[in-house]
């Protein structure tokens, strides 16, 4: 048995600390996600929260057959897909760094960040899928799960999210239309 | 890891987050608030053994009660008055009818043997008048 599976084992007899650790080193990972996801830092800080108590309360229905990165994020998913559904701002509109909380992370680099990008060209569950591949290296089969979609249709669209990415990549101008 | 790849991998890792002292005291504070939910399957598994043993005795019991009673009414129900008998005078003025005609095999067109039938049960009528003298 590993140790995260231990950790969940005392998690849903009830110890916070326990789930506490078990959670830690994905706090930071699933902040990076929601960031991009949220209209602000603070949607995003209460969409950790709210993942995290999620999964915790309904840690009873974790499946030791999936990751539980995987269950986690798709809780993340469904938390942030509800977050913005409330939220009156599109995360298209923001487009100053003051506004836009994904763009103020990365304010400090020299050099463009692909996922601002990302972010613009590709739709919602495409963005996410690509997220989950590139930068979480979730397999196919999880990001499949995660977004509850069929793996024949996230190897299509990360395949399409790649040229779409390639594409921007390369472009000199700015004109680019919605993916997905 | 081609470049594309390669690019999303560190764009995404420069992405500055970190979680606020703040931040970490709510999530605790939430956590510790918060009660796992307990499956609806495991208060059915937390049922005492006696309560197996209660369920079956009863539905034994409930099944002895109904034969029982079943076997009561049985004993008490009258018995059914004989039909009267038929007059064995009417019974010799019925001529018996000798039904000898034969079933016609099913092995051609259906109103071919619709046809045949009827014919069959035309001969039978007319037997069946010479014999009573009709």
Same mark, same amino acid.
């Given at each position: 048995?590993?140790?995260?599976?231990?950790?969940?084992?005392?998690?849903?007899?009830?110890?916070?600390?326990?789930?506490?650790?078990?959670?830690?080193?994905?706090?930071?990972?699933?902040?990076?996600?929601?960031?991009?996801?949220?209209?602000?830092?603070?949607?995003?800080?209460?969409?950790?929260?709210?993942?995290?108590?999620?999964?915790?309360?309904?840690?009873?229905?974790?499946?030791?057959?999936?990751?539980?990165?995987?269950?986690?994020?798709?809780?993340?998913?469904?938390?942030?897909?509800?977050?913005?559904?409330?939220?009156?701002?599109?995360?298209?509109?923001?487009?100053?760094?003051?506004?836009?909380?994904?763009?103020?992370?990365?304010?400090?680099?020299?050099?463009?960040?692909?996922?601002?990008?990302?972010?613009?060209?590709?739709?919602?569950?495409?963005?996410?899928?690509?997220?989950?591949?590139?930068?979480?290296?979730?397999?196919?089969?999880?990001?499949?799960?995660?977004?509850?979609?069929?793996?024949?249709?996230?190897?299509?669209?990360?395949?399409?999210?790649?040229?779409?990415?390639?594409?921007?990549?390369?472009?000199?101008?700015?004109?680019?239309?919605?993916?997905? | 890891?081609?470049?594309?790849?390669?690019?999303?991998?560190?764009?995404?890792?420069?992405?500055?987050?970190?979680?606020?002292?703040?931040?970490?005291?709510? *999530?605790?504070?939430?956590? =510790?608030?918060? !009660?796992?939910?307990?499956? %609806?399957?495991?208060?059915?598994?937390?049922?005492? &053994? #006696?309560?197996?043993?209660?369920?079956?005795?009863?539905?034994?019991?409930?099944?002895?009660?109904?034969?029982?009673? *079943?076997?009561?009414?049985? =004993?008490?129900? !009258?018995?059914?008055?004989? %039909?009267?008998?038929?007059?064995?005078?009417?019974? &010799? #003025?019925?001529?018996?009818?000798?039904?000898?005609?034969?079933?016609?095999?099913?092995?051609?067109?259906?109103?071919?043997?619709?046809?045949?039938? =009827?014919?069959?049960?035309?001969?039978?009528?007319?037997?069946?008048?010479?014999?009573?003298?009709?």
């Amino acid at each position: 048995m590993t140790d995260e599976l231990q950790l969940i084992d005392a998690a849903k007899a009830g110890s916070v600390s326990a789930f506490a650790d078990l959670v830690k080193s994905y706090r930071v990972r699933l902040l990076r996600f929601l960031l991009t996801r949220c209209a602000s830092y603070a949607d995003a800080e209460d969409a950790v929260q709210d993942t995290l108590i999620a999964a915790y309360r309904y840690l009873y229905s974790y499946d030791p057959r999936w990751r539980f990165s995987t269950w986690l994020y798709r809780i993340a998913i469904r938390k942030a897909q509800k977050l913005r559904s409330e939220n009156v701002v599109e995360i298209g509109d923001l487009s100053d760094e003051e506004a836009d909380p994904l763009l103020h992370c990365i304010a400090a680099s020299d050099t463009a960040n692909l996922w601002v990008s990302a972010r613009r060209v590709l739709n919602d569950d495409v963005f996410t899928a690509t997220w989950l591949r590139y930068a979480e290296d979730m397999s196919i089969n999880d990001i499949s799960k995660a977004l509850d979609r069929s793996d024949s249709w996230t190897k299509v669209n990360l395949l399409r999210a790649r040229r779409a990415l390639e594409t921007e990549m390369n472009r000199e101008n700015n004109g680019s239309k919605v993916y997905g | 890891m081609d470049k594309i790849a390669k690019q999303l991998k560190d764009d995404a890792a420069r992405i500055d987050v970190q979680i606020s002292d703040e931040l970490d005291r709510r *999530i605790l504070a939430s956590l =510790q608030g918060v !009660t796992p939910e307990i499956p %609806a399957t495991d208060t059915a598994r937390q049922r005492p &053994a #006696t309560f197996w043993w209660a369920s079956s005795l009863t539905g034994v019991a409930a099944a002895l009660l109904i034969v029982a009673m *079943i076997n009561s009414q049985s =004993q008490t129900e !009258t018995v059914p008055a004989l %039909a009267p008998e038929i007059s064995p005078v009417i019974v &010799a #003025t019925i001529p018996t009818i000798d039904w000898k005609a034969e079933s016609a095999m099913l092995t051609r067109p259906l109103q071919q043997e619709l046809e045949d039938l =009827q014919e069959d049960l035309k001969k039978a009528e007319e037997k069946v008048k010479r014999e009573i003298g009709l």
